[in-house]
């Protein structure tokens, strides 16, 4: 992605989305580790620091997610195959894709609805 695009998308992050989200923060000494903001019952992201990734805490943050709401939708990039292993382990459901003009890149629609588990993980046919 380009730095003109992620710098737009923070900007965007501050001024649009996070005032109109539900957002939970994991702090760890007091530090920032990771948080997910929410919109209605879209996911508008995830982000956990580097130093904090596979320890969790991205579990953790979408386990409240899933206690909030019994359906959850969100969109990636098709090419972020970590995402698509920790989505799949909840049993996320890709309804759609599309391309996205802004990044020229392929994007997944995904859709979770709680005790519902996929047929199958969809990492095996979305595979980047």
């Known amino acids: 992605l380009s730095d003109k695009f992620l710098a737009q998308e923070t900007i965007n992050m501050r001024r649009l989305f ?7 923060v994991y702090e760890n000494d007091k530090r920032i580790a990771g948080f997910i903001y929410l919109l209605d019952n879209v996911v508008g992201g995830i982000f956990v620091h580097p130093d904090w990734q596979r320890k969790g805490v991205g579990k953790l943050l979408m386990d409240q ?63 980047p």
């Open 18 to 24: 996070l005032p109109k989200s539900q957002t939970w």
């Open 65 to 127: 997610a899933c206690s909030v709401h019994d359906t959850l939708e969100l969109e990636m990039f098709k090419a972020n195959s970590q995402a698509i292993a920790f989505y799949n382990k909840y049993g996320f459901r890709v309804t759609s894709e599309r391309h996205d003009e802004a990044t020229n890149q392929p994007m997944l629609k995904l859709s979770y609805k709680k005790g519902e588990q996929a047929n199958g993980p969809f990492l095996e046919r979305f595979n």
